[in-house]
């Protein structure tokens, strides 16, 4: 299982960006999927997952009313828009997918994990 995180980079405060993960190695719709973010000297959170067909999402407080997930099952991918981002978004962003149809919001119920892209909010 391969997993490609893209689409981080530097914004201000106020911006917007779209994540995408593409994965790859099996088929991925019967999997959950999501994002997850650690910032500097932090664990790793809960960002937003997504089942396996895409009608049951979670968001982490943080997340929610900014960002919005989805998925692209024809494509094998995952995306994350991210809306009105602020400096505490500034993290790693990961693309994790869970071997169940199911979307969990612990990280640790996600064996296969992207290499993390750096998004930077600027104030």
């Known amino acids: 299982v391969q997993l490609q995180a893209s689409g981080g980079g530097l914004v201000q405060a106020g911006g917007s960006l779209r994540l995408s993960c593409a994965a790859s190695?099996?088929?991925?719709?019967?999997?959950?999927m999501g994002w997850f973010r650690q910032a500097p000297g932090k664990e790793r959170e809960l960002v937003a997952v997504i089942n396996y067909n895409g009608d049951t999402t979670y968001y982490a407080d943080s997340a929610k009313g900014r960002f919005a997930i989805s998925r692209d099952n024809a494509k094998n991918t995952v995306s994350l828009q991210m809306n009105s981002l602020k400096p505490e978004d500034t993290a790693v962003y990961y693309c994790a997918v869970r071997p169940s149809p199911v979307a969990t919001i612990a990280a640790g119920q996600y064996p296969f994990w992207g290499q993390g892209t750096l998004v930077t909010v600027s104030s």
């Open positions: 190695g099996r088929t991925f719709s019967n999997y959950a």
